[in-house]
Antibody, heavy 124, light 108 residues
Framework: QITLKESGPTLVKPTQTLTLTCTFS??????????VGWIRQPPGKALEWLAL???????RYSPSLKSRLTITKDTSKNQVVLTMTNMDPVDTATYYC????????????????WGQGTLVTVSS | EIVMTQSPATLSVSPGERATLSCRPS??????LAWYQQKPGQAPRLLIY???IRATGIPARFSGSGSRTEFTLTISSLQSEDFAVYYC??????????FGQGTKLEIK
């Protein structure tokens, strides 16, 4: 049974750095084909993909946010950490982490399991 | 970066009727397209990937079709629990896994 859970601050000030942790169970990030991604959703708005980390430490970032994002993993703790620098009120959103799998024959199963999300508010 | 255009923004359908949602990427994504359902206060749920493959546990009334730049999600006979917001997402063109703006499916 795969589960993911996001944790981190609920309130950050403008210009601060946000650090979010995704703690998961039911899979290992050392298993070939596995990935964990981060997605956010401002209140009342659409989903926005942020970053993705694969089992082999391959990392991908949204082009529009790449300069502000860093994604890392701690395989022993079953955690993926996302940092976002220079936070702004427009970054207020619910942040989700989600599981991804590259199955047999290279078929990608995107974001089939999600955490419950964590609301981060950026305000002074 | 690929732009995903979903239409309509809001769709009003009666229970038991068929709903058809559209997603059009600004360039070809082959069949690397997924559909998600999101209800208020909940995380999205994967419905369809590979344009037409139902995810585990998804009822057969949900079906996806299309390729390249035109995709459709069809819900054959709407149940009360199907009224939600639906998002498409492409995962063909790196580095971005772009989402559409969503279609809200509401009860008529």
């Amino acid at each position: 049974q795969i589960t993911l859970k996001e944790s981190g601050p609920t309130l950050v000030k403008p210009t601060q750095t946000l650090t979010l942790t995704c703690t998961f169970s039911g899979f290992s990030l050392s298993t070939s084909g596995v990935g964990v991604g981060w997605i956010r959703q401002p209140p009342g708005k659409a989903l926005e993909w942020l970053a993705l980390l694969y089992w082999d430490d391959d990392k991908r970032y949204s082009p529009s946010l790449k300069s502000r994002l860093t994604i890392t993993k701690d395989t022993s703790k079953n955690q993926v950490v996302l940092t976002m620098t220079n936070m702004d009120p427009v970054d207020t959103a619910t942040y989700y982490c989600a599981h991804l799998m590259i199955a047999s024959r290279g078929v990608i199963i995107p974001f089939d399991y999600w955490g419950q999300g964590t609301l981060v508010t950026v305000s002074s | 970066e690929i732009v995903m255009t979903q239409s309509p923004a809001t769709l009003s359908v009666s229970p038991g009727e068929r709903a058809t949602l559209s997603c059009r990427p600004s360039q070809s994504v082959s069949t690397n397209l997924a559909w998600y359902q999101q209800k208020p206060g909940q995380a999205p749920r994967l419905l369809i990937y590979g344009a037409s493959i139902r995810a585990t546990g998804i009822p057969a009334r949900f079906s996806g079709s299309g390729s390249r730049t035109e995709f459709t999600l069809t819900i054959s006979s709407l149940q009360s629990e199907d009224f939600a917001v639906y998002y498409c997402q492409q995962y063909n063109n790196w580095p971005a896994y772009t989402f559409g703006q969503g279609t809200k499916l509401e009860i008529k």
